[in-house]
T-cell receptor
Framework: AQRVTQPEKLLSVFKGAPVELKCNYS??????LFWYVQYSRQRLQLLLR??SRESIKGFTADLNKGETSFHLKKPFAQEEDSAMYYC????????????FGQGTTLQVKP | DTGVSQNPRHKITKRGQNVTFRCDPI?????LYWYRQTLGQGPEFLTY????????KSRLLSDRFSAERPKGSFSTLEIQRTEQGDSAMYLC???????????FGQGTRLTVV
C-alpha cells in the first residue's frame, strides 16, 4: 500500500534553530516525493520536489531510498517559516495523484 | 488572479440536501484533481480528469458523489443527500501534465448540519 507518514503533528522551535520535519513513505516502486506548504490563510503550494534537488527558501530534502525517508531540513529557522507542511508522493507517473501525509505544523518562536 | 479558482469558498447545508462545487483550473492545464481534507488530516485523493475524461475515482467517492468536467474546462463536484461525514474542505488542483507541479485552489469548506 502507498502511504506517507509524518510522525510529528507539531514541531516548535526558536528562531535560528535547525529544523527537521520527518517524512517516511511506503511504496514498492520508485515514487516521486514532494513537500507542500500551507501558510496561514493561503492555499497549498509546492515547496520542493526531490527530482529537482533544489533548495527553496533555505529548505532541502534528500530522498533516502534505504530508509524510505524524505525529511525536510533547514539549518536556521525563520519566523516566516511557520506553516503547515505536508509530505506527499506520486506513486504512478501516469496519474499524477498525490498521496499526502497528515501534515506537521511548524511553529517558529521569536 | 490566474490561479485555480473554487466556488463557493464556504457552504453550509442541511443533511440530505444536494450541493455542487465548482473549480476553474488554470487555463492551459489538462489535468484536474479533486481532494478532500478533514480536520487534522492531509488531503485525500478523490478523482481526476485528463481534459474531459474522468480517469480514476477513489473508493472514498461513494455513489452520492459525482464529478464532471465538460469540454475539459471547469469542473463540478456534486454531493447528493449530504451526510454529516461529508463535512470537509474540498480542494481542487490542476497541472499541465502528471509530472508537473500541481496548483491548488483555496478550497470549498462544506459544513453539513
Amino acid at each position: 500500500a502507498q502511504r506517507v507518514t509524518q510522525p510529528e503533528k507539531l514541531l516548535s522551535v526558536f528562531k535560528g534553530a535547525p529544523v527537521e520535519l520527518k517524512c517516511n513513505y511506503s511504496y514498492s516502486g520508485s515514487p516521486e516525493l514532494f513537500w507542500y506548504v500551507q501558510y496561514s490563510r493561503q492555499r497549498l503550494q509546492l515547496l520542493l520536489r526531490h527530482i529537482s534537488r533544489e533548495s527553496i527558501k533555505g529548505f532541502t530534502a534528500d530522498l533516502n531510498k534505504g530508509e524510505t525517508s524524505f525529511h525536510l531540513k533547514k539549518p536556521f529557522a525563520q519566523e516566516e517559516d511557520s506553516a503547515m507542511y505536508y509530505c506527499a508522493l506520486i506513486g504512478s507517473s501516469n496519474t499524477g495523484k498525490l498521496i499526502f501525509g497528515q501534515g506537521t505544523t511548524l511553529q517558529v518562536k521569536p | 488572479d490566474t490561479g485555480v479558482s473554487q466556488n463557493p469558498r464556504h457552504k453550509i447545508t442541511k443533511r440530505g440536501q444536494n450541493v455542487t462545487f465548482r473549480c476553474d483550473p488554470i487555463s492551459e492545464h489538462n489535468r484536474l484533481y479533486w481532494y478532500r481534507q478533514t480536520l487534522g488530516q492531509g488531503p485525500e485523493f478523490l478523482t481526476y480528469f485528463q481534459n474531459e475524461a474522468q480517469l480514476e475515482k477513489s473508493r472514498l467517492l461513494s455513489d452520492r458523489f459525482s464529478a464532471e468536467r465538460p469540454k475539459g474546462s471547469f469542473s463540478t463536484l456534486e454531493i447528493q443527500r449530504t451526510e454529516q461525514g461529508d463535512s470537509a474542505m474540498y480542494l481542487c488542483a490542476s497541472s499541465i501534465t502528471p509530472n508537473t507541479e500541481a496548483f491548488f485552489g483555496q478550497g470549498t469548506r462544506l459544513t453539513v448540519v
